[in-house]
């Protein structure tokens, strides 16, 4: 079992229009809303590859019921995300179907408590427990969560022999290096933030 962490999720909705014209009013030729985030992203994909997934972040209000939901209908994947009394972020990608071009539009999380992020933090601990072979921590951080949730999200992890990956950004990303992740997945203009350096194999 492999356990994938995204403690901003959302619903990613995505809009299909003929050509996106700014200011003007637009017919949408099909609508798609599926769990998002990266690290349900990541999921979905070990899925389709034939391994099991447990999914663990934060989901609250009525988006965060949608993507139970949906979470319910994907295959080798177990929901074990964490309630939040905020709502969970929808995200909007508007597809352009003459260019192939997107616009994506991305809501701030919901606000996460003190007593909330404790809550997850315990549940986290004990799905590590469970014997997963391996964990990935993705994406950006909701408001309220500590800039280092990241560094002690990997600890955890290492404390518990599980092999750890962590894609994700700016102090965030800075941070969670510093905890000695066994992979980090930054992309290039990530990775000369994280070492000043913009030459990949020199960074």
């Known amino acids: 079992m492999?356990?994938?962490v995204t403690l901003n999720a959302a619903l990613d909705i995505t809009y299909r229009v003929?050509?996106?014209t700014p200011h003007a009013s637009h017919r949408v030729t099909e609508v798609i809303e599926r769990p998002?985030?990266?690290g349900l992203n990541v999921a979905r994909v070990l899925a389709a590859l034939g391994h099991d997934v447990t999914v663990t972040g934060f989901a609250g209000g009525d988006t965060?019921?949608?993507l139970?939901?949906?979470l319910a209908r994907e295959p080798r994947v177990t929901d074990a995300l964490a309630p939040v009394e905020g709502a969970t972020r929808r995200t909007l990608a508007i597809v352009d179907a003459a260019s192939g071009d997107t616009t994506q539009l991305n809501e701030p999380g919901p606000t996460v408590t003190p007593a909330e992020w404790s809550a997850f933090r315990e549940s986290y601990e004990d799905l590590l427990r469970r014997g997963m072979s391996a964990v990935a921590l993705c994406?950006?951080?909701p408001p309220g969560v500590p800039v280092g949730a990241y560094a002690t999200l990997v600890r955890a992890a290492r404390a518990a022999k599980v092999p750890v990956l962590l894609d994700?950004?700016?102090e965030a990303l800075r941070r969670g290096v510093a905890a000695r992740p066994d992979i980090v997945k930054p992309n290039a203009d990530e990775l000369a933030e994280l070492t000043g350096a913009h030459e990949p194999a020199q960074a």
């Open 36 to 38: 998002g985030g990266k």
């Open 139 to 141: 994406g950006s951080l």
């Open 68 to 70: 139970h939901d949906r």
């Open 2 to 4: 492999i356990l994938t």
């Open 64 to 66: 965060g019921r949608v």
């Open 18 to 20: 003929p050509t996106l």
């Open 168 to 170: 994700t950004s700016g």
